[in-house]
């Protein structure tokens, strides 16, 4: 009994946490887990792995890779003939998934900078070309805007700690006014909060930093990181459960699971 995961670089935070979790509860199920990790940009690359899967007859695969709505859909009709779960999609992109709320985690995120009398929030989404950061961003977008707010400046990164240094540092350099960040993951958070210390300004007194993740680390940063909690845990448990007892006839219903604003001392 084998269960297959295709996925991105296990070096991230999130892919990581996901493959131990979706290893777990298979075991608990009595699969075994084939693992093919693949370069993130490629469409055809997962096209191949999900053809390995099959010439070794495992039709159960977890697709945690980011793709944008097109892309999944046509994965899913191409390969009707096993079941694919994607963790990596838009809420609204019709496939079989088991994905976080976009929106309400970075909603509160806006509304609790709003509340303490932020006006110039500078986004730093992790990379443009990941779905997830792009609904992020959205969500980030739409709820400023919703206060009469724009962004004091929008800076793409790669979901590593450098990233977020980098960006931080061009902020910098172009004389960007910002009184607080809204980081795309706890690594570029940790990034910026580096180039902050470096550049003499005090986080949370002169600038209020925000993740997304809740990684381990992050309540051990300096100071310890407010953020928005994904439950890695619950997503692989969820989407073992469902893709295990999923035929073409009976799918069970997909999954939204909540990510959460927790609050710790880097905002003020
Ligand atoms: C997303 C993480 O938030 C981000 O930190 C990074 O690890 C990324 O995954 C890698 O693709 S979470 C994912 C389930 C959308």
Redesign the pocket.
């Known amino acids: 009994l084998t269960l297959g995961l295709i996925t991105?670089s296990l070096a991230?935070?999130?892919?990581s946490q996901?493959a131990a979790s979706v290893k777990k509860h298979a075991r608990e199920a009595h699969y075994q887990v084939l693992i093919s990790m693949i370069d993130?940009h490629d469409p055809l690359a997962i096209q191949q792995s999900i053809n390995e899967f099959k010439s070794q007859f495992v039709d159960k695969i977890l697709i945690?890779v980011?793709l944008e709505t097109p892309v999944a859909q046509a994965l899913a009709a191409q390969n009707n003939d096993v079941m694919c779960l994607f963790?990596?999609v838009a809420p609204d992109s019709g496939v079989f998934h088991v994905?976080?709320d976009p929106a309400n985690g970075t909603q509160e995120s806006v509304k609790r900078l709003h509340e303490l009398g932020h006006h110039s929030v500078a986004l730093m989404p992790?990379p443009q070309h990941?779905i997830?950061a792009q609904l992020r961003l959205a969500s980030w977008v739409t709820s400023l805007a919703e206060l009469g707010l724009t962004p004091a400046a929008i800076i793409f990164g790669s979901?590593d700690a450098q990233s977020g240094y980098d960006d931080v540092r061009q902020l910098i350099e172009n004389k960007v006014e910002f009184s607080a960040i809204l980081a795309?993951?706890?690594?570029m958070a940790l990034g910026a909060l580096s180039a902050l210390n470096q550049a003499n300004i005090a986080v949370p007194a002169q600038v209020s930093v925000i993740g997304?993740?809740d990684s381990y680390e992050s309540a051990f940063f300096i100071p310890s990181l407010t953020t928005v909690r994904?439950d890695?845990d619950a997503?692989g448990k969820e989407a073992v459960a469902r893709v295990l007892v999923a035929t073409q006839e009976n799918r069970p219903a997909n999954c939204i699971l909540p990510a959460e604003f927790v609050l710790r001392d880097s905002i003020l």
Do not use: M, R, V
């Open positions: 991105t991230l935070h999130a892919p996901i993130e945690n980011p963790l990596d994905i976080f992790g990941s997830s979901w795309g993951n706890d690594q997304y993740d994904l890695l997503q």
